[in-house]
């Protein structure tokens, strides 16, 4: 089977849709066709991700496909290698090949970013600061972004943290004057 291509501690699948599983998929979205809402997958999803799956046995083994990826690979045309399926509609259980985009890890978490659907615990385990310590340029903009980047959790992760100042503004794409007075109490004084 294909390796996978980890990505800012995000695994990109690589394997390879097998036809019946793309078959399948025909079948299941017939029913949604015409309907330009989020089509919510209608078997299992991912208990963890949430995200609708498709498995099949491939000598023996099971495998599972995400079914946005599929869904993805057989209206909008084959998923360029390392490239994740994004959602338009931060939906994990809807797989409407129009809600669906092909992107990059950043694109993916700044989009959540800037839609707000940020879920912490779950972009935690995606890497989702390491976007914003690489990219910091695509976060460095307006002042209401600017007002969004910081919010009670990240306040007390910041004055919990050991790490210098200017690491920490990198992280969380702000000044290191903004960090400072965090860690001093001037700023976020509401936070305990
Ligand atoms: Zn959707």
Same mark, same amino acid.
């Given at each position: 089977?294909?390796? &996978? ?68 690979? =057989? ?6 290698? !390392? ?33 707000? !659907? ?13 976007? &914003? ?21 990240? =306040? ?37």
């Amino acid at each position: 089977m294909a390796k &996978s291509i980890l990505a800012g501690g995000y695994t990109v699948p690589t394997k390879p849709i097998p036809e019946k599983i793309l078959l399948r998929m025909r079948e299941i979205a017939e029913a949604f066709q015409g309907v330009n809402d989020c089509w919510e997958w209608p078997h299992s999803r991912n208990v963890r991700s949430g995200y609708g799956q498709l498995a099949c046995r491939i000598d023996g083994k099971q495998i599972v496909f995400t079914a946005h990826r599929v869904s993805f690979a =057989v209206f909008n045309g084959s998923i360029q290698p !390392g490239k994740l399926v994004c959602h338009t509609c931060d939906n994990r259980g809807c797989f409407n090949p129009k809600h669906l985009y092909q992107g990059t890890l950043s694109d993916n978490t700044r989009d959540m970013y800037e839609r707000g !659907g940020v879920d912490r615990k779950a972009t935690a385990a995606r890497g989702n600061r390491h976007g &914003s310590k690489t990219k910091p340029e695509r976060t460095q903009r307006g002042t209401v972004h600017h007002a969004s980047k910081l919010n009670d959790d990240i =306040v007390r992760e910041i004055r919990a943290s050991g790490s210098s100042c200017s690491a920490l503004a990198k992280l969380y794409g702000v000044s290191d004057a903004t960090i400072n007075s965090v860690q001093r109490g001037v700023t976020w004084t509401h936070v305990k």
